[in-house]
């Protein structure tokens, strides 16, 4: 599936970002893939269900899965930015983040697994 499935972006929206409701969305229907950054201990104590880790610190974005979108989180959106620049410096086109991380899936109450 491709990212204009779930467009909700207005005029003024960073294109590089997927909003709560687009991504909730995705996961529910496992459309994109989600690639955690944040280190495996922070991963470990909760993720978003079915989330792949690749940890900034061994972050290579010639890893990133293909076959689909990606999004990726980490814990306030400042890791998943600095990826996303990587993923776009290799020219991967296919990947977006979102901003809020972790804390913003969890205040909008957004599934998290062990």
Same mark, same amino acid.
């Given at each position: 599936?491709?990212?204009?499935?779930? +467009?909700? /972006? %207005?005029?003024?929206?960073? &294109?590089?970002?997927?909003?709560?409701?687009?991504?909730?969305? @995705?996961? #529910?229907?496992?459309?994109?893939?989600?690639?955690?950054?944040?280190?495996?201990?922070?991963?470990?104590?909760?993720?978003?269900?079915?989330?792949?880790?690749?940890?900034? +610190?061994? /972050? %290579?974005?010639?890893?990133? &899965?293909?076959?689909?979108?990606?999004?990726?989180?980490?814990? @306030?959106? #400042?890791r998943s930015?600095?990826?996303?620049?990587?993923?776009?410096?290799?020219?991967?086109?296919?990947?977006?983040?979102?901003?809020?991380?972790?804390?913003g899936w969890? +205040?909008?109450?957004?599934?998290?697994?062990?």
């Amino acid at each position: 599936m491709s990212w204009n499935m779930f +467009s909700r /972006f %207005d005029a003024g929206s960073d &294109p590089d970002v997927v909003d709560f409701g687009d991504l909730e969305e @995705a996961v #529910g229907t496992n459309a994109w893939t989600v690639v955690d950054v944040r280190e495996p201990h922070e991963f470990a104590a909760g993720h978003i269900p079915n989330a792949l880790n690749m940890p900034t +610190s061994s /972050f %290579d974005p010639k890893d990133l &899965p293909q076959g689909k979108p990606v999004v990726l989180i980490c814990q @306030a959106g #400042g890791r998943s930015r600095n990826a996303l620049n990587k993923a776009r410096g290799i020219g991967r086109d296919d990947v977006r983040h979102f901003a809020g991380g972790m804390n913003g899936w969890r +205040s909008h109450n957004g599934p998290v697994t062990l």
